[in-house]
């Protein structure tokens, strides 16, 4: 399966700003989707943005104006301004994708993002 190692998490004021980066590595063929995720102490996994096959990007309805999804090549970012306590979460990299004839969905391990004065 693709490999995908996230980074950039992090403490943050109310208010600032943090980039999330995940890097993907190995071969595809096709690109379903790519996205990010959170999930909060207590609750379930949440989409927070994705891009589609199509390059059409999507937010969740909490994030949009602040947070910006990107990609280039194997490499897509999530960039997070105006940050607010209830963004703090576990944040995941996700990839939906063909490999060898086989559909695979591969997911990074996790970055803290914690949002506190």
């Known amino acids: 399966q693709v490999q995908l190692v996230e980074s950039g998490g992090g403490l943050v004021q109310p208010g600032g700003s943090l980039t999330l980066s995940c890097t993907a590595s190995?071969?595809?063929?096709?690109?379903?989707?790519i996205g990010w995720y959170r999930q909060a102490p207590g609750k379930q996994r949440e989409l927070v943005a994705v891009?589609?096959?199509?390059?059409r990007t999507n937010y969740a309805d909490s994030v949009k104006g602040r947070f910006t999804m990107s990609r280039d090549n194997a490499k897509n970012t999530l960039q997070m301004n105006s940050l607010k306590p209830e963004d703090t979460a576990v944040y995941y990299c996700?990839?939906?994708?063909?490999?060898?004839?086989?559909?695979?969905?591969?997911w990074g391990q996790g970055t803290q993002v914690t949002v506190s004065s």
């Open positions: 190995g071969s595809i063929s096709i690109i379903y989707a």
């Open positions: 891009i589609s096959s199509g390059g």
């Open positions: 996700n990839w939906r994708y063909k490999r060898g004839g086989m559909d695979f969905d591969s």
